[in-house]
Every structure is written in structure tokens, then in C-alpha cells.
């Protein structure tokens, strides 16, 4: 199995990740509903992956021990598992490639023993990750959109050229501005009713 499209921004303080649902068994499609992105440490940190999806598990799992270990510091893990990942005898043999977030940094790790921090705030990887990367970066320098939005419409136009990427996409973002924005509203709505409460009284 190989090919699909992950790419991830960071705009205005949210990190959005993108990955593509398409599965592929030489020049077959054998699933179109994959999930290639997860989110760790609570939704604090997430990650998305490209290569063989066993490898790719098992890299993950490695990632998020070593999360736990370091009490969620982002490149300390990162390099941990890339140390781990480039000289243990069996690991070394893993065909993938793991894009890491959390809402300040994104970091792509290799078996090469690569931990890469991109000088602007965009990492795609992928058969589709050059295409989503160039669209990314036009539209962060050039369009008002959010991280997440940005991150989806550039796998999209990825999926338009790369013919190992399907137009599924999977978002997640940290912090979740959903979440976020509920817990808003739900004070807000909290103050109202005790603004209303003491008038009442009054």
C-alpha cells in the first residue's frame, strides 16, 4: 500500500493537520475511508502519517510513549523517536513518514534520521505532499483562511493532480477553536443569566 497526501499549517496560534482517505494497493483502490491523521496527549498533540500504515503504527506508538515520557515536550519526543527509529535493528526497516503538531510547531520526522522544523509554518509529506505544500503556501501568504481551512483546500487541489490522493479529507486542529468557543459562549450565557439573577433580585 502506498501513496496519499498529508499536510498540516499553523495560522493565528491553531495548528490544523489534512490527510487523505485513499488506500491503495498497486493500481488499486482498496479504500477510500481511511483515517491517516490522529490526534494524542488529550487532542494537545496530532500527528499524521504517509507509508506503509503497519509501519506507520508502529512508529505512532513509539511517538506517543515517548510523549508520555516527556510529559507532551514535542521535540524532545520527536527526537527520541527518530533516534530510536534510525538505529534500532528492526525499526530502521520502517517505510513511513509521520508529521507531528502541537498549536506552536510542526515537526516531520524520518527514518533518515530527520526532525525538521520548516522555516514557514506548512510540512506536507506524500505523493501528494509537494503539490499540497506549494497550494498551502499561496494560500497562507495570499487568502484570509483559517489553518484548517487552508490545510483541506490544499489537499483538495493535491487530489486534482496526484492520482494517490482522493478528495477525502480528515481534519483536525489543536487547540480545538470549537471546543473553545462553546466554553466561551457557555460563560458568557452563565453571566447573563446571573446579570438577570441580580436585577430580579433587585
Do not use: C
Not at 493565528?12 to 491523521?37: P, R
Not at 504517509?50 to 510523549?67: H, Q, R
Not at 530502521?92 to 510547531?105: F, G, K, Y
Not at 497550494?135 to 487568502?143: E, F, G, K, M, V
Amino acid at each position: 500500500m502506498h501513496g496519499t497526501t498529508i499536510v498540516a499549517v499553523h495560522k493565528d496560534g491553531v495548528t490544523a493537520i489534512a490527510g487523505d482517505g485513499q488506500v491503495t494497493l498497486g493500481d488499486t483502490i482498496v479504500k477510500k475511508g481511511a483515517t491517516k491523521v490522529r490526534s494524542l496527549m488529550d487532542g494537545r498533540v496530532i500527528t499524521g502519517f504517509a507509508g506503509a500504515v503497519s509501519d506507520a503504527f508502529t512508529l505512532l506508538e513509539k511517538f506517543e510513549g515517548y510523549l508520555s515520557t516527556y510529559r507532551g515536550n514535542l521535540m524532545r519526543a520527536a527526537v527520541e523517536t527518530v533516534k530510536e527509529w534510525r538505529t534500532d535493528r528492526m525499526l530502521r526497516n520502517l517505510e513511513a513518514m509521520l508529521i507531528v503538531a502541537d498549536a506552536e510547531q510542526i515537526l516531520t520526522l524520518s527514518g533518515a534520521g530527520d526532525v525538521i522544523a520548516p522555516d514557514e509554518p506548512i510540512a506536507a509529506v506524500g505523493s501528494g505532499g509537494a503539490y499540497a505544500q506549494a497550494a498551502a503556501t499561496a494560500l497562507l501568504r495570499h487568502s484570509d483562511m483559517s489553518a484548517a481551512e487552508i490545510a483541506e483546500t490544499a489537499l483538495l487541489i493535491a487530489a486534482d493532480i496526484d492520482i494517490y490522493t482522493s478528495g477525502t479529507a480528515t481534519v483536525l486542529k489543536v487547540p480545538d477553536t470549537q471546543d473553545t468557543d462553546e466554553s466561551d459562549e457557555a460563560v458568557l450565557q452563565g453571566a447573563a443569566r446571573s446579570q438577570t439573577a441580580t436585577q430580579e433580585d433587585a
